[in-house]
């Protein structure tokens, strides 16, 4: 619920620090200081990756996505996240196709199963220069349990 201002009340903003904190719970100190690679975060070894159910299929999502961003940036570092990426799935580098429509991300936390999915948006018709191709990645619940969970912390 937005508060006067139009930002969101000093309680959501509290109970979504809170849920954050709860799917970060367990990682590595250091994976979490500025600045933050969210990609690095869900799958290294001491991150979110053995939390993640569906590691392998999201993994290759994540990879596809960071191998795109290099080939349309040309890089460097997304080329090296790239690598880095590949070497957390076994070093393969390959892929993982999709297995539906939507990917979702399944994580455990606090002994339950929750399952998201990804929606993401990158602004390429930005006024402001600082914000031309700004990445914007959400997960909404995919499913009622994980609403209901995801409501509660």
Known sequence: MLGATGRPS????QAGIFAVDRLLAGCA???LEPPVNVVRVGLHPEGLAGRTGNRAEWGGHL???VRHRADRTHDRRHRELAAEIAGYLGGSGAAIPGTGPVITLEIDVDGARLRFFGTS???STATDAALEGLHLETFPPADEETRRRFGRM
């Open 29 to 31: 100190p250091e994976l």
């Open 10 to 13: 000093a309680r959501r903003r």
């Open 121 to 123: 948006a990158t602004l």
């Open 63 to 65: 990879l596809r996505q």
